[in-house]
């Protein structure tokens, strides 16, 4: 079955400090691929997402680019913000899971000033 | 305006007795869902639903029922017989087809005392 990995949180970095969080995945055929923010007490906010493999999704200064060949979509940010402290979620969604989508267990960043 | 509407922002019941959740939703899509979050982790899924007046089980069904009559709405029991339902309830929408992303509401937050 599908599955996604995030890299184990909690991450902390200082203010314009350069982010990356790893995501790697399993799935039959080429999913699609996506990255939440929930920021604390809210729902899970849409980021990016990518839906073949190259693409590149990016979002208020987020990146991730899908990698097929080594079944990767990792998220960077070139300087982070206090603002951007959060829990981020890859997911992906593949034909085999329908309209489910499978969630990574959420890597926690926190931005010191 | 609204989008997804999840009511109310904190419940708060007492042990034994059963509680029903809201989700609404005016984006016009066919498929609802609900998630269990607990503090720190992951996204759980309860139940689903692509289509009125029909739904099936997520993966920790039990102790929840759910009831689908009109596009629109997908509210959430959960029962006496759920033993540990002190958490964080999000609702989502989506297309229902594979591929695509699912958009959250801010969450229910159920405290049982």
């Known amino acids: 079955g599908n599955s996604v990995t995030q890299m184990e949180g909690p991450v902390t970095l200082s203010e314009e400090a350069f982010l990356t969080i790893n995501c790697t995945y399993t799935a039959t055929g080429y999913p699609s691929l996506f990255w939440y923010v929930q920021y604390p007490g809210e729902g899970l906010q849409l980021l990016l997402k990518?839906?073949?493999?190259?693409d590149k999704g990016s979002n208020k200064g987020f990146e991730a680019t899908y990698r097929k060949e080594t079944t990767s979509f990792h998220l960077e940010k070139g300087s982070v913000q206090v603002s951007d402290s959060a829990v981020y979620f890859c997911?992906?969604?593949?034909?085999?899971?329908?309209?489910?989508?499978?969630f990574g267990e959420g890597t926690q960043l926190t931005v010191n000033p | 305006d609204g989008g997804i509407t999840q009511s109310p922002k904190y419940l708060f019941r007492k042990e034994g007795q059963n509680v029903t959740l809201s989700c609404e939703q005016n984006l016009n899509h066919d498929a609802m869902y609900w998630y269990r979050q607990d503090p720190g982790q992951g996204l759980r899924l309860i139940y689903y639903?692509?289509?009125?007046?029909?739904?099936q089980k997520g993966d920790i069904a039990e102790g929840y029922s759910v009831s689908r009559e009109k596009k629109e709405s997908f509210p959430l029991t959960v029962t006496s017989a759920q033993k540990n339902p002190t958490a964080f309830y999000l609702c989502?929408?989506?297309?229902?087809?594979?591929?695509?992303?699912?958009?959250f509401g801010p969450g229910t937050r159920l405290t049982v005392l």
């Open positions: 997911a992906l969604s593949s034909e085999t899971s329908g309209s489910r989508l499978t």
């Open positions: 989502a929408v989506g297309p229902g087809t594979s591929y695509n992303e699912q958009f």
């Open positions: 639903s692509q289509i009125v007046n029909d739904f």
């Open positions: 990518a839906t073949k493999a190259d």
